[in-house]
């Protein structure tokens, strides 16, 4: 999930950055001149909503990918949510402010995990997948008050889910 997160924020930050750089034009020297380039063209029509959206597109009908950045993000929020669950019982003895902040980490992995899984339910032009990735992002959301919940069998059912969407089961 947060591996999702990390992508999403990364190719966010790449694309607004590559926007943001298009049109800082140096000024041509009498020496050396600046000549345009088809990169700086390339990067900011990166950053167009409408290339963004023509990406999307192409991205939905691409059920495996969509299946496969699915696997990954739950798997990496496997791995987050175990960390932090332990940081969050550990954190009892330190008192009731490295509590909050521990709980306030693990609700924002879980959040996070949740969010991902709708998101990629609304991408996916699947029926079934759609269905699966959203029923997963309802059922983590459900989770976030008890973390207690959230155990190796709930994320079996969770991943059993998204396997059988995907055909894999």
Do not use: W
């Not at 269905?131 to 969770?158: E, H, N, P, R």
Request: with cysteine.
């Amino acid at each position: 999930m947060r591996r999702h997160f990390a992508a999403v924020a990364a190719l966010s930050f790449a694309l607004l950055g590559a926007g943001c750089s298009g049109g800082d034009k140096q000024e041509p020297t009498a020496a050396a001149p600046t000549p345009a380039t088809d990169t700086a063209a390339a990067t900011t029509a990166a950053a167009d909503p409408a290339v963004a959206a023509s990406a999307d597109a192409a991205l939905s009908a691409d059920t495996k990918a969509i299946c496969a950045q699915a696997e990954r993000t739950g798997e990496s929020f496997g791995t987050n949510f175990a960390a932090d669950y332990q940081v969050f019982k550990g954190a009892k003895a330190q008192g009731a402010e490295a509590r909050a902040r521990a709980k306030e980490k693990v609700a924002r992995t879980v959040d996070g995990y949740a969010y991902a899984l709708l998101d990629m339910s609304k991408l996916t032009s699947d029926p079934s997948l759609k269905k699966a990735l959203a029923s997963m992002g309802a059922q983590v959301t459900a989770l976030k008050g008890d973390f207690a919940k959230i155990d190796d069998k709930q994320l079996a059912g969770i991943s059993a889910k998204l396997a059988k969407a995907c055909g894999k089961s």
